[in-house]
């Protein structure tokens, strides 16, 4: 059974955004923490409350792990939305940029926390 918001890669992601953004972000200045962090760990941290999210509306009728489909189709919405349309608005552009490797970053993050959840899932039902 999948643990939505007490997901233990949910919590660790959550406390690895705010040590980067209250720790390093505002003293060290280096690139990587400063803008690829968060979309390393976005997919790890959104995919959680939206299933939870989805659970509660009756739009997801299970508590497995994270499928394949729920995990992608996120990474291309959220790649398109704020690679390549949000960026080329007047509004939006003061706060999104472009970068294609953030989308590698989503990838990243996201097939990480694909093997993650698989393998910890898989590994300790018996316990949950």
Do not use: K
Not at 19 to 43: A, G, K, Q, S, T
Not at 44 to 57: C, D, E, G, T, V
Not at 63 to 68: A, H, K, R
Not at 73 to 98: D, H, K, M, N
């Amino acid at each position: 059974m999948f643990l939505y918001l007490r997901d233990p890669l949910f919590l660790a992601m959550i406390a690895v955004y705010l040590l980067n953004r209250v720790l390093f972000e505002p003293f060290l200045r280096i690139d990587f923490l400063n803008f690829y962090v968060n979309d390393l760990i976005c997919i790890p941290i959104l995919i959680p409350p939206m299933l939870f999210a989805a659970r509660r509306f009756h739009l997801r009728s299970h508590d497995l792990p994270p499928l394949t489909h729920e995990i992608v189709i996120p990474v291309i919405v959220w790649s398109i939305l704020f690679e390549i349309l949000l960026p080329q608005t007047e509004f939006w552009r003061r706060w999104v940029t472009g970068d294609p490797y953030d989308v590698l970053c989503y990838v990243l993050g996201a097939g990480f926390a694909s093997q993650w959840w698989s393998y910890y899932y898989h590994h300790s039902h018996c316990r949950l």
